[in-house]
């Protein structure tokens, strides 16, 4: 089993929609989350980065963490052609080194 | 202004060839980080640099040899290329190890 799983996708939907990015882990001590994007031919850029449970909110995106189901989420509310890009969680706990990244899921939004 | 520049973008070369792809950062960070993405976009660490030290070594062959002259700069010199090197890799900077990643825009490697 992978530490961190990820629906791989495409998912595709239509402008307007909202969307929700979901990933699974195994390990407990995984206390910060992040969101990346990347667009094709281009490295990932940071979108949401949070500590812990709860959520958090940046314009159109929202992160959302549950520690006790170990699942994080990332809503996208109104979505635009722009947002196709692939997302990528990844996560990390104090003391340990490495980011750990998901597979990423595509995300397709057509006009 | 670019954050973290990588240089080459593309690079295609012949199996047995030696080359080197070059990261510099100007964010001001103490960490830098080579990863690997392959075809299925998974992104996978191979090195993490704090401060000019090689702090990870993720069971990377040999042939692959990172570098760091100062802690803005760090490059990966990859001797005998091999088909299974062809990948997309991926300089990153931070200023720890709980603090975001800032990527470069990769390096595209297809070695033929």
């Known amino acids: 089993q992978k530490e961190v799983e990820q629906d791989p996708g495409p998912l595709s939907v239509p402008e307007g929609a909202i969307v929700s990015l979901n990933c699974t882990y195994s390990n407990s001590a995984f206390q910060y989350f992040m969101w990346y994007r990347q667009y094709s031919r281009k490295g990932p850029e940071l979108l949401m980065y949070?500590?812990?449970?709860g959520n958090k909110e940046d314009g159109r995106f929202t992160a959302q963490v549950d520690k006790s189901s170990k699942y994080i989420s990332l809503f996208i509310r109104d979505s635009q052609p722009s947002d196709s890009a692939t997302y990528l969680c990844a996560m990390i706990y104090t003391g340990f080194q490495k980011l750990v990244f998901g597979t990423g899921t595509r995300l397709l939004v057509s006009p | 202004d670019t954050a973290v520049s990588q240089t080459p973008k593309y690079l295609v070369t012949q199996m047995g060839n030696d080359k080197s792809i070059k990261c510099e950062q100007n964010l001001g960070h103490d960490t830098m980080y080579w990863y690997k993405q392959d075809s299925k976009k998974f992104l996978k660490i191979m090195f993490s640099?704090?401060?000019?030290?090689?702090?990870i070594n993720e069971t990377v062959p040999n042939r692959f040899s990172p570098k760091s002259p100062d802690k803005a700069h760090l490059n990966l010199h990859i001797n005998s290329l091999e088909l299974g090197d062809s990948a997309v890799y991926f300089c990153a900077s931070s200023s720890g190890y709980n603090s975001p990643l800032h990527f470069g825009n990769g390096t595209r490697l297809t070695v033929t």
């Open positions: 949070t500590y812990s449970s």
């Open positions: 640099y704090n401060n000019k030290e090689l702090i």
